[in-house]
């Protein structure tokens, strides 16, 4: 990003901005994230293990789920479906286990699967833990005192413009009042 000289490297951010197309566009742009993965993305499932050459899963009989489409989830999340062979399950012996009440075994996954795991690679690292603890010890308190002392809590305008002003406003107060703390060191030589 090139606006007035000014390169981003690094993004320290919370899980509310842990989404695949975030960590894409960021990775696009060369910019490393530190973007916790929040608390739905799965890396494995269990009894299924994944392909990356071939892009699909094997079943725990031995049957391969293979990639058919892509979909999108209700927030508009791309989405990419794994599914196995209707003959393939019609004929195992797993199948009143595996999927009792369906045809055949579907596996959905997000398209963003890479970028998801190399983000969760990066949080576990010792550098992620790290920023992890900048995050709290910067970003956190800053949302804890504006929902607690700024009135924040509820946001009673509509639209997101309207809620833009409100939290422009709102944050413009928290950095004003902490200016007016700060008190420069004199040095004595």
Known sequence: ???HD???AELLADGGYSNGSNYAFLEQKKITSWIPVFGQY???ITGFPYNQEADCFTCPAGKILSFKTYDTNAEGGLLK???ATYQDCKQCSLKSICVPKS???QITRT??????RRALERQQSSKGKRMKRLRQSTVEPVFGSLIHYYGLRKISV???AGAHKVMVLA???FNLKKYLKFKPVEVVS
């Not at 398209?111 to 998801?116: M, S, W």
């Open 1 to 3: 990003m090139l606006d």
């Open 6 to 8: 000014l390169h981003l």
């Open 42 to 44: 799965k890396p494995e």
């Open 81 to 83: 479906i794994y599914q």
């Open 103 to 105: 045809q055949c075994r």
């Open 111 to 116: 398209a963003y699967d890479p970028e998801y």
């Open 158 to 160: 509509r639209g997101k």
């Open 171 to 173: 944050a413009c107060a």
